[in-house]
């Protein structure tokens, strides 16, 4: 089993950036495929970035790309969300996720969660 720790979240403005970091402990993170989804308020969880496990494949959400920038430091057991040119649309709490099998865009597919950490873009 494998412990998901998000930090990185925070308040800033629109058109801001933010590095959100998640931090796994428990079990080596390269032996997951790894994404981050996000959960406004009132609203479904939805896909934002995936990543395979050799950081040589990655997937984003149409309303994310070319905005947010996923990568992964295996050495270091940590997975990163670049998130450039923020719009208000972006406030969400993120979680970062770990599926043992497949790189997707489901959050039924993935097998552990972190708590989540909170960003809110202002107007």
């Known amino acids: 089993q494998v412990q998901l720790v998000e930090s990185g979240g925070g308040l800033v403005q629109a058109g801001g950036s933010l590095k959100l970091s998640c931090a796994a402990s428990?079990?080596?993170?390269?032996?997951?495929?790894m994404g981050w989804l996000r959960q406004a308020p009132g609203k479904e969880r939805e896909f934002v970035a995936a990543i395979n496990r050799i950081n040589a494949i990655t997937d984003y959400a149409d309303s994310v790309k070319g905005r947010f920038t996923i990568s992964r430091d295996n050495a270091k057991n940590t997975v990163y969300l670049q998130m450039n040119s923020l719009k208000p649309e972006d406030t969400a709490v993120y979680y970062c996720a770990a599926s043992r099998d497949v790189m997707s865009r489901m959050p039924h597919r993935y097998d552990y969660w972190g708590q989540g950490t909170q960003v809110t873009v202002s107007s």
């Open positions: 428990g079990r080596t993170l390269s032996n997951y495929f």
